[in-house]
């Protein structure tokens, strides 16, 4: 009998993000090979989901200006890696974000 696979879901709060890195293609040069521990992580994601907004001081709800789907740019050290069903994510405030890629 099969069993279903559980996922789970993770929403982020107030002026959250969560962001899935986009690995670059490995590249070659000449006969080097770089171990994956000496790589720099990427500085690029693609948003998976987007908290609510954050509340101004006088109550009012500011929406975020990233969607889910974007294509953004961070900071080398922004955000806090979760690992949900065996993939690595980022969580950040929208204002670690640097900018929005356009296709």
Known sequence: MAQ??????????HDRVLIK???????????IIIPDSAKEKPQEGKVIAVGKGRVSEDGKKIPLDV????RV????????EVTLDGEEYLIMKEDDVLGILSS
């Open 4 to 13: 279903a696979k559980h996922t789970t879901t993770l929403h982020p709060l």
């Open 21 to 31: 890195r986009i690995e670059d293609e490995p590249a070659r040069r000449g006969a």
């Open 67 to 70: 969607k889910a789907g974007d």
């Open 73 to 80: 740019l961070f900071g080398k050290y922004s955000g806090n």
